[in-house]
């Protein structure tokens, strides 16, 4: 990975909040198959803990086969499809046997943009509408697309500077550019629906 610190294993091995919070502003790394390099800065994220949040996939310790990846070691990604089409890059956290993940909702290029741009919208970041530009990497399933993520890249080693996906230091942003409030898309999830799990930029 050059000379970018890959964020090690005892960085996922933590409180959910605190690992979701200290995200922002790190850098996700996709190498594609070809050798190209993607970089993107981490903007928005959100927590899911499954012993006690109805909104996680793994709530009352539910193992199914789709859920089995949280109950990785931390540090492992979780990568899901939604409503058939979209794909949501998640990484786990906290000790293995405890399903808990960050759900990555939103970054900016940092590096190839124009190949993310390409992957969202088969054309250059110059060429992008100012609607494009303002919806570029805003989503989870955006940001998948961007990046070409897909299930196969579900349970990669984040810490494995050679799997082709890992996260990078990047840069802490200021405290006071830090938000929290609730998460979105999850009204079936009852008391969890008012946690203030997501942070942003």
Request: proline fraction near 7%; include cysteine; aromatic fraction near 10%.
């Amino acid at each position: 990975m050059g000379a970018m610190t890959v964020l090690p294993r005892d960085f996922y091995n933590r409180d959910t909040l605190t690992v979701a919070r200290d995200l922002l502003g790190r850098e996700i790394v996709r190498v594609l198959p070809d050798g190209t390099r993607l970089r993107c800065r981490i903007t928005e994220t959100e927590a899911y803990i499954g012993r006690l949040d109805k909104a996680c996939h793994a709530y009352g310790y539910k193992r199914t086969p789709r859920t089995e990846t949280l109950f990785a070691p931390p540090g492992t990604a979780y990568i899901y499809l939604i409503y058939g089409m979209y794909h949501c890059l998640n990484f786990v956290t906290e000790p293995e046997g405890e399903p808990a993940a960050v759900l990555i909702r939103g970054a900016v290029p940092v590096e190839n943009g124009d190949r993310i741009a390409r992957n969202r919208f088969g054309r250059s970041q110059a060429e992008l509408s100012p609607y494009q530009r303002k919806n570029f990497l805003n989503g989870p399933g955006k940001l998948c697309r961007g990046l070409d993520l897909t299930r196969a890249q579900n349970g990669l080693d984040l810490t494995d500077p050679h799997c082709g996906l890992c996260v990078c230091a990047g840069q802490s942003p200021d405290p006071a550019a830090v938000h929290a409030g609730k998460r979105i898309g999850i009204d079936y999830a009852q008391e969890a629906v008012d946690f203030p799990w997501r942070f942003y930029l």
